[in-house]
């Protein structure tokens, strides 16, 4: 049975992606911990982050960091925080938290009740940000709202 993040990278479920690529993609949590809280997720549908392939995994890292980069840009955090805890689903994501403090990685402070405008108002100043990095690269990736 295909994970929830399969069927969102399948179109089967909405999500507000900024990023697609050919092995993976970037979309808004639905409960984050802040504002900007993005998840970068394979296309593979592997459970465990020590399972995946070498090369998905740096590319992963490759991700997150240009989206972390942007993130910095768009909200100025005092940092960008990165977690891969895996226990909400089995399909490895990656977490891409723009944070102030620790308690900010907290997921019982995960705001479960995001309004809709809200996490699109954060998505368009993420693609933003990420067009605006240096280099083709980044900007080639970045869905269009």
Known sequence: MPTVFTRILQGELPARFVWKDELCAVFMSIAPLRPGHALVVPRAEVDHWIDLPSATAAHLMTVAQLVGRAQQAAFSPTRIG?????????????????????????????????????????????????????????ARHVVDA
């Open 82 to 138: 990165l977690m891969i805890a895996g226990f909400e689903v089995p399909h490895v994501h990656v977490h891409v938290v723009p944070v102030d403090g620790m308690r900010d990685l907290d997921f019982a402070n995960a705001d479960g009740r995001a309004v809709a405008a809200e996490l699109e108002a954060a998505a368009g100043r993420l693609r933003a940000a990420l067009r605006g990095l240096p280099g083709p690269e980044s």
